[in-house]
């Protein structure tokens, strides 16, 4: 299982978790690859050129396999063509989180902050592409004001960045994010959903504080290359479906 990004963010979580499920099922150990670089395009084009034979798949994202196709001018594989796609995963927001040190309690005061000192604030991201950098770019059009992105190879290059005050605020996806903000190290601005998630529902959305239509989420999904037969796609289809439910349902009861 190829992770377009390096370890820690939320496609390197996934991967992992259903690849410690489906060892014992299968009978044989499915390893975890991290292929970071070019906003995900590494990793895929990797798998894109892999034998069909269901033995190399790549936890695909909402960059790699939709974003990246209309924001670089030439990417070294056909999001569509070059796959065969085995099962979504999962969705979630990002959370707009900012430094301690930054005065700004909430996104209107965010907004004046910005407008005040414009380009001084900076927001980072996992890379060019993510649906990371797309939310920052999103709040600075919807927003009117210019914050400064910053991209990283990776969200764990990112973080310590921001939990030391080199760089301003990010978009992180919800679940690599909330974990830090209940620690205090961070404080949570606003969702990108349209709606407040469930799994922190105290946090409100960015279009309910003043941005109206802003709406920005993350997925991720398991892509075989092009050509992969069908039998196989489809046995790796329900057993993957099978162990994300139970991952999802644990989750679930966990919260």
Known sequence: MVVTFPTGGAPDILA????????????????VDNKPGAGGNI??????????????????T????SINGSLYAKIPYDMVRDFAPV??????????????????KNLQELIALAKAKPGTLTYGSPGIGTSVHVSGELFNSLAG????????????????????????MMFDNMPSAIPVVREGKLRAIG????????????????????LPGFEATSWFAVFAPAGTPRPVVDRLHAEIVKWAKVIKDSGAKAE
């Open 16 to 31: 992992r978790t259903i690849a410690e499920k489906l060892d014992p099922a299968w009978g044989q150990t499915m390893i």
């Open 62 to 65: 909402v960059g790699t396999h």
């Open 43 to 60: 990793g895929a084009e990797f798998v894109a050129r892999a034998p069909a034979d269901g033995h190399t798949l790549v936890m695909g």
């Open 145 to 168: 004001v210019k914050t400064t992105h910053v991209p990283y190879k990776g969200r764990q290059m990112a973080i310590p960045d921001l939990l030391g005050g080199s760089i301003s």
């Open 191 to 210: 969702v990108t959903s349209a709606k407040r998630s469930a799994s922190a529902p105290e946090i409100p959305t960015i279009a309910e504080q003043g």
């Open 87 to 104: 099962t979504l995963i999962a969705s979630t927001p990002n959370l707009l989180v900012v430094n301690n040190d930054i005065p700004a």
